[in-house]
């Protein structure tokens, strides 16, 4: 049972450049997570999914775009790469609300030069 | 404005010597509050869940406790395997599926 699967784990972007993350969850989770984590910061809401088809912003969407097309996969795109979204990137999925139990993925590491 | 806040930033410990972190909170109807355990280059990994003040969980050397306005993570006779980031996270009743999270308490025990 593989989780949450991220990828790439790192990558480096040139301001202006684009690109997607990619995340998988083989748990049947209806519920999906972006986070970013900067150093001192915790981890701050980018967007999340309650289900296939829906989506909703976070903390700090800006910058970022989401889609939900099947439960297992919750890719974000960086349109227009800036240093300010130099970060680690963590998806999430949970199964019940309820529970506060999230389950992580490992992380994409993301620097925009 | 809620706010999740975590004390201290950084804790250095000698094995054997217990000590607490704190997790201080100014939200308006909690529903649940959440203790996350975070290794370097990994992600956060649960440990906890507290929905009532007054509630305790126990998990081997960790104990986390909850009041009003704070939770304790308490670390009894720690190890060099208890060296992490401790993250707290709070779940309002208004919108249940997010979390928000404080900036972590990283913890060194020494041997």
């Known amino acids: 049972n593989a989780g949450v699967t991220q990828t790439p784990k790192f990558r480096i972007l040139k301001i202006g450049q684009s690109m997607t993350l990619q995340c998988a969850q083989d748990?049947?989770?209806?519920?999906m997570y972006w986070y970013r984590q900067d150093p001192g910061m915790g981890l701050k809401l980018i967007y999340y999914s309650v289900g296939a088809g829906i989506t909703d912003k976070g903390e700090v969407p800006n910058g970022y775009n989401v889609s939900r097309s099947t439960t297992e996969d919750f890719p974000l795109r960086l349109e227009l790469a800036a240093p300010s979204q130099t970060s680690v990137y963590f998806c999430a999925s949970i199964r019940d609300s309820n529970t506060g139990e999230l389950f992580f993925g490992e992380g994409s590491r993301l620097t925009v030069l | 404005e809620d706010q999740v806040t975590q004390s201290p930033e950084a804790l250095r410990l000698q094995e054997g010597e217990s000590s607490s972190l704190n997790c201080s909170y100014t939200?308006?109807?909690?529903?649940?509050l959440f203790w996350y355990r975070q290794d370097p280059g990994k992600g956060p990994e649960f440990l906890f869940t507290?929905?009532?003040a007054g509630e305790e969980k126990e998990k081997e050397r960790l104990k986390a406790t909850l009041t009003k306005k704070e939770s304790f993570l308490h670390i009894t006779a720690p190890k060099p395997e208890d060296s992490a980031t401790y993250l707290c996270a709070v779940q309002l009743r208004s919108n249940d599926y997010k979390l928000s999270f404080g900036a972590g308490t990283t913890v060194t025990v020494r041997a």
């Open positions: 748990m049947n989770h209806n519920y």
């Open positions: 507290l929905y009532s």
């Open positions: 939200v308006s109807g909690l529903r649940g």
